[in-house]
C-alpha cells in the first residue's frame, strides 16, 4: 500500500498515459486447467482501485471489497458464511491495489461447487450489512493509525516514499485511502461503489486448476446478472519530476532508522527496456539475497543492517511472503527503489551515503560481461521458480494480459536470451539517475530535523567499526562518508508519522 | 457428513493405497523414502511431480532451546547467519556464485527448536546443491572479523522489528511465564547478549563443534529426483562427516503455582493488546493431549467459535482474538492474543475469553462441531501442499520435533481419534488462574 499526501504537493502537467490495460467487449476471462490438479484457484480481478476513490472518499474501494470478502449475501450473514466455509479451510482475501482489486479463493475439488456458490454469491449479492461495515471500516482506519503510523518503520518509510514519488498524482495515496476519507465513507457510498464499479465491463475471472469445463460457461452465466457497466478508465499524468536529493524525514518514536528511495520510472513489463533493467536491479539488489551488489556492500562488508535491495518496479515484500515478484499489483507508471532495512542512528546517513555511492557507481560503470552473464543466468532460472503453483501462474499470467505482453516468466526468458551487456548498461544510463531522487527516512521522535540538517550541511558521516576490515573497505569509507549530498531544500521536509494518511 | 469430505479428501490424494479406515489412512500423500548414513544423518527423499524443480532442505535439530549458558541467548539464530560467511574450498562469495548461477532460492531461519537452511532451484543442480551445502557443514570457516561485521546484521534484524509490539510482547511473556527454561528468551535473543555477541568469536567455534553434526541433522530433499540418486549423491557428500559427542541438558520448568501479571507500556501509538498464556503441553505423535490441545484451540479461537462471533462480529469490542498450541519440542504456552479496541474494555475481553475457556470444561462439543473441525485441519494440510517447497518445509517441522518425518500421519491419524472427553479433560488440567499469565500492552499517553 502506499501513503497518502502530507505537505509536499507537487503540481506537475501532464501527459495522459496511454499505457491503459487491454480491453475485451463484456466480461474477460483467464483460463489455466489442469485437470490432474485437486485444487482449484480464483482470482477474480476488478479493474479498479484506489485510483478510483472519489476525492474526500479515499478507501471506498478498499471497505467496498472488504465488505464483500468479510461480508455475507443476501441469504447468508458473514458468520454463516465463515461456518460454512470452515470445513473446507477455505476462504476468500480481498486484495486491493491501485489499479486493480483481486478476490483471490482456493478450494479442494471437493468442495468446488458449494464454494463456488458461496462466493458467487458474495461478489453478485454481497449483504452489505451495517455491523459488517462498522466493524471494516474500523479496523481499516485502525490500520492506517495504530498500525501504519506505527508499528512497521519499513513499510511506513515505503509508503512514504511511494507518496512522494507520486505527489498530486492517482497513485499518491495508500490503497487503504485516509483516515478522514474512510471516515467519511457512508454505507450508501459503498452501494453505489458497488453498483458503478461491479459490472462486466470491470470484472475479470480467472481460474486455475482442476476445474470442470462446465464451470467457466456457469461462470459467463451467473455474472451475467452483472449490470454492463463502462470501464472504469482513470487517466494518469506524469508523476512528478524529481530535482536533486528530496528527502522526508518521518519522526515517531524508533531505535533504528528504516529507508526508501526511488522515482519514477517509464517502463514496464510490456516495454522491451524492462528486461535490461530487470536484470541491473537484480544485479544490484536483488531481493533477500547476496547476489545483489547493495546487501554485499551495505549488510556483507559493513554489518550496517539486516538487508538492502534494490527493485525496478512495485514490490511489496513482507514476514511470510515469498520473495518472488508480486501478483496482481500491477501499475501503467512504475518505479525503482532502494530499500535499506532500519539503521543505528549513527549509521543511518553512513548507509544513504553507501547506497547512492553504489548507484552512482552502477550509472557510470554499468555491469561487466561476466557479471552480466552470472546476473542473465540467475534470473533465467531464478524466474523459473516464481511460477510454482497453479495460483501463482494465474497471477502472473494474469498480470502480463494487463499489460498487454506475454506471460511473464515466458516474456523474461525470450528476452534474456538475446540480451547483451550493452542492453543492459544502455538501460542502466537511460532510466537510473543517482543524482535526482526522492529519500524518506524513519527517524526518532525529536531527531528530524538534525537529521535533514545532516544531510542538508554535507557533513562527513564517518563509521567506525567493532575489528579491523580490509584496505579496500577502508578506501571505499573515505570515498562514502564525504559522498555529495545535493539535497534540494525547498523539497524536503521534516513531518511527524501521526500526521500522515490523514487526508 | 463431513466425515464424507474428509474421506473423499483422503481417496483422492493418497493414490494407490489401499484403506479401509480414516485412522488407518495417512494425510501425507507421498511416499516418504529414507536412510541413515553410517555416521548418523538421516536423508529423505520425495518424489513431487514438479517437473526440473526440487526444494533442498537441511533441518538442524538445534534451535534457541540449546542455549544453555547463560550470555548466550540468540546464538543458535546468529549461527546461521554465521553459515553463509563460507568455507576454505567455497569462500562466501564463490558459494554466492554457485547459487546464483543455479537459480537458486537460498535462505535460512531458526526457531525454538530448530535451524533450517532451504534451497529451491532446478533438479540439475541437486549435486551442486550437495556439494556446497555439505561443504559447509562440514567445513564451514570464518575470521573474527567476519564474525564480528555479522553480529551488526543479528542487531540490524533485532531492529528490524523493534517497532513491532509483538516482539516486544513476546519477551516479556517469556521472560515472566518461564523461570528456567531455555524457552525464556526468544530466538533472536535478550538485547543484551546480542549487544555482546561480537565478543563471543571462541563461544561460535564451541557452538559449531557441538551441534552441527550428522546426528543431530537431517537432510530433505523433495520434487524431481530419484530416491537412489539422492542416497547415493549423500553418501558420497556427507560420509566423511564426524559423529559428535555433546549431550544437551535442558533445565526443565516447573509447573507455576500461582498466576502471573506483566504490563508493557508502549511509547508509539497503538491500541491495547491484551495476551494470556497457558503453560501447554509438548508437541507429541503419541499423547491424545497435544491432539486434543489442537482442536480445543479451534472450538474456542477459530472464526466459526461463539467466542469470536461474540467479540470480533457481534460486540466488536477486539479487532482479533485468536489463541492456540505452538508445536514445541518441550512444554511450551498455549497462547491467546487480541487487540482491544477501546482500554476500558480490556478486563470485559479478557473476562469473556476466561468465560470461554471455562466452558470447554463442563461442555461437551458437540458431534459435528468436531467433525468440521476435524474436516478443516485435514483440508488446510492438504491444501498446503502445492509445491516442493511447502511439502519440505511442512515436514520440515515434524522432523525438527521427533526425527521422524512420518510424525505428520501419526499427528493427523490422531486428531481423529480425539474426543469431546479428551477436549474437556485438557481444559480442566491446563486453563487454571495458577497456570497463566497475562501481560497487558497499552500506549503510554493517548494522544490523538
Not at chain 1, 491503459?20 to 482501485?49: C, H, N, Q, W, Y
Not at chain 1, 513482507?318 to 527503489?337: A, D, I, V, Y
Not at chain 1, 521522535?445 to 545532516?454: M, R
Request: hydrophobic residues 35%; negative net charge; contains cysteine.
Amino acid at each position: 500500500m502506499t501513503i497518502r499526501n502530507f505537505t509536499l504537493l507537487i503540481i506537475s502537467v501532464l501527459l495522459a498515459a496511454t499505457l491503459l490495460p487491454a480491453k475485451d467487449a463484456g466480461m474477460k476471462f483467464t483460463e489455466m486447467p489442469s485437470a490432474a490438479s485437486p485444487l482449484i484457484t480464483f482470482r477474480v480481478i476488478i479493474r479498479a482501485g484506489a485510483i478510483n476513490d472519489p476525492a474526500g472518499k479515499e478507501g471506498l474501494n478498499a471497505l467496498t471489497a472488504e465488505m464483500i470478502a468479510q461480508g455475507g449475501t443476501k441469504e447468508l450473514t458473514y458468520t454463516q458464511v465463515v461456518d460454512k466455509m470452515y470445513p473446507w479451510a477455505a476462504g476468500i482475501n480481498a486484495n486491493s491495489d491501485q489499479e486493480v482489486t483481486t478476490f483471490i479463493g482456493n478450494v479442494h475439488r471437493d468442495n468446488l461447487d458449494a464454494y463456488y456458490k458461496l462466493i458467487s454469491s458474495l461478489l453478485l449479492q454481497p449483504r452489505f450489512d451495517p455491523a459488517d461495515f462498522q466493524r471494516i471500516k474500523d479496523m481499516q482506519i485502525n490500520y492506517l493509525k495504530n498500525t501504519l503510523r506505527s508499528t512497521n518503520d519499513e513499510a511506513l518509510g515505503k509508503q512514504t516514499l511511494n507518496t512522494m514519488i507520486y505527489a498530486g498524482h492517482p497513485y499518491g495515496k495508500t490503497e487503504a485511502g485516509t483516515v478522514q476519507g474512510i471516515t467519511s465513507i457512508t454505507l450508501e457510498d459503498v452501494k453505489a461503489y458497488y453498483a458503478k464499479t461491479y459490472t462486466q465491463a470491470n470484472i475479470w475471472i480467472g481460474i486455475a486448476g482442476g476445474y470442470p469445463a462446465t464451470l467457466v460457461e456457469t461462470m459467463r452465466k451467473d455474472f451475467a446478472a452483472l449490470p454492463a457497466g463502462q470501464p472504469n478508465t482513470v487517466t494518469l499524468a506524469s508523476p512528478p519530476q524529481v530535482s536533486g536529493m528530496e528527502v522526508t524525514v518521518v519522526e515517531k518514536p524508533t531505535r533504528a532508522y528504516a529507508v526508501s528511495m526511488g522515482y519514477p520510472v517509464s517502463v514496464t513489463r510490456k516495454d522491451k527496456d524492462f528486461y535490461p533493467l530487470l536484470v541491473a536491479g537484480s544485479y544490484f539488489g536483488e531481493h533477500r539475497s547476496f547476489n545483489g551488489v547493495l546487501m554485499n556492500r551495505l549488510r556483507g562488508d559493513r554489518g550496517l543492517n539486516y538487508g538492502d535491495y534494490a527493485y525496478v518496479e512495485k514490490f511489496v515484500g513482507g514476514l511470510g511472503q515469498p520473495p518472488f515478484p508480486n501478483l496482481n499489483t500491477p501499475l501503467r507508471q512504475q518505479f525503482f527503489s532502494i530499500w535499506l532495512r532500519p539503521m543505528p542512528p549513527d549509521r543511518t546517513l553512513f548507509g544513504i551515503r553507501d547506497a547512492l555511492f553504489e548507484l552512482k557507481n552502477l550509472v557510470e560503470k554499468g555491469l561487466s560481461k561476466e557479471d552480466f552473464e552470472q546476473t542473465r543466468k540467475f534470473v533465467l532460472n531464478y524466474s523459473k521458480l516464481w511460477a510454482a503453483t497453479a495460483s501463482r501462474r494465474l497471477g502472473y499470467k494474469m498480470d502480463s494480459e494487463f499489460y498487454g505482453s506475454e506471460y511473464y516468466i515466458d516474456r523474461i526468458d525470450q528476452e534474456l536470451k538475446t540480451m547483451t551487456v550493452e542492453d543492459v548498461n544502455a538501460a542502466i544510463k537511460k532510466y537510473l539517475n543517482p543524482d535526482n531522487i526522492k529519500i524518506a527516512v524513519v527517524v526518532d521522535e525529536g531527531k528530524g530535523q538534525a537529521f535533514l540538517s545532516s544531510m542538508i550541511s554535507n557533513a562527513p558521516s564517518p563509521i567506525t567499526y567493532q575489528s579491523p576490515v580490509g584496505q579496500s573497505i577502508i578506501d571505499q569509507d573515505k570515498l562514502i562518508q564525504t559522498f555529495p549530498l545535493t539535497i534540494n531544500k525547498d523539497k524536503s521536509v521534516v513531518v511527524n508519522a501521526k500526521d500522515l494518511f490523514e487526508k | 457428513m463431513m466425515k464424507t469430505a474428509g474421506l473423499t479428501l483422503l481417496i483422492l490424494l493418497v493414490a494407490c493405497s489401499g484403506f479401509s479406515r480414516p485412522e488407518e489412512n495417512k494425510i501425507f500423500p507421498y511416499k516418504i523414502h529414507q536412510t541413515t548414513l553410517e555416521n548418523g544423518l538421516k536423508v529423505i527423499a520425495i518424489p513431487f511431480d514438479s517437473p526440473g524443480i526440487v526444494a533442498y532442505y537441511t533441518i538442524v535439530r538445534t534451535g534457541s532451546r540449546n542455549e544453555v549458558e547463560p550470555g548466550k541467548s540468540g546464538f543458535a539464530h546468529f549461527f546461521e547467519h554465521m553459515m553463509f560467511r563460507g568455507t576454505e574450498r567455497y569462500p562466501k562469495d564463490k558459494f554466492n556464485a554457485m547459487l546464483k548461477s543455479i537459480g537458486a532460492d537460498n535462505n535460512a531461519y531458526t526457531s525454538d527448536d530448530q535451524t533450517v537452511y532451504h534451497t529451491v532451484a532446478s533438479a540439475a543442480a541437486l549435486e551442486t546443491m550437495m556439494d556446497i551445502e555439505s561443504d559447509r557443514f562440514m567445513n564451514l570457516k570464518y575470521t573474527e572479523e567476519d564474525f564480528k561485521t555479522e553480529s551488526g546484521a543479528i542487531l540490524g534484524e533485532y531492529n528490524k522489528s523493534s517497532s513491532n509490539p509483538f516482539q516486544t510482547i513476546d519477551e516479556k511473556m517469556r521472560e515472566i511465564a518461564f523461570g528456567e527454561h531455555t524457552y525464556r528468551h526468544t530466538t533472536i535473543g535478550f538485547i543484551k547478549d546480542i549487544e555482546d555477541m561480537p565478543n563471543q568469536y571462541q563461544y561460535s567455534l564451541t557452538f559449531f563443534d557441538r551441534w552441527y553434526r550428522p546426528e543431530n541433522c537431517v537432510v530433505l530433499v523433495v520434487g524431481d529426483v530419484q530416491p537412489d540418486n539422492v542416497f547415493a549423491l549423500a553418501k558420497k557428500y556427507y560420509s566423511a562427516w564426524k559423529h559428535g559427542t555433546y549431550k544437551l541438558d535442558v533445565p526443565q520448568e516447573p509447573p507455576q503455582t500461582a498466576e502471573k501479571t506483566g504490563t508493557i507500556p508502549w511509547k508509539a501509538k497503538t491500541l491495547p493488546i491484551l495476551t494470556i498464556a497457558y503453560h501447554g503441553p509438548a508437541f507429541s505423535d503419541k499423547d491424545i493431549e497435544y491432539a486434543a490441545m489442537e482442536l480445543l484451540s479451534q472450538c474456542v479461537f477459530s472464526e466459526t467459535s461463539d467466542l469470536y462471533h461474540n467479540l470480533v462480529v457481534d460486540k466488536q469490542l477486539v479487532e482479533f482474538v485468536q489463541g492456540g498450541n505452538e508445536d514445541h519440542r518441550d512444554p511450551y504456552l498455549f497462547s491467546i492474543f487480541s487487540r482491544v479496541k477501546d482500554p476500558n474494555n480490556i478486563a470485559l475481553v479478557r473476562d469473556a475469553i476466561y468465560a470461554a475457556l471455562e466452558d470447554t470444561k463442563s461442555n461437551p462439543v458437540t458431534a459435528e462441531r468436531l467433525e468440521g473441525i476435524k474436516a478443516h485441519l485435514k483440508y488446510q494440510y492438504a491444501m498446503s501442499l502445492n509445491s516442493p517447497d511447502p511439502v519440505a518445509n511442512s515436514l520440515a517441522t515434524y522432523i525438527e520435533l521427533t526425527g521422524d518425518p512420518e510424525s505428520v500421519n501419526r499427528v493427523y491419524a490422531m486428531f481423529d481419534r480425539v474426543t469431546p472427553q479428551d477436549i474437556m479433560s485438557v481444559a480442566k488440567k491446563y486453563f487454571t488462574p495458577q497456570n497463566r499469565t497475562v501481560v497487558t500492552l497499552q500506549q503510554q499517553e493517548v494522544k490523538q
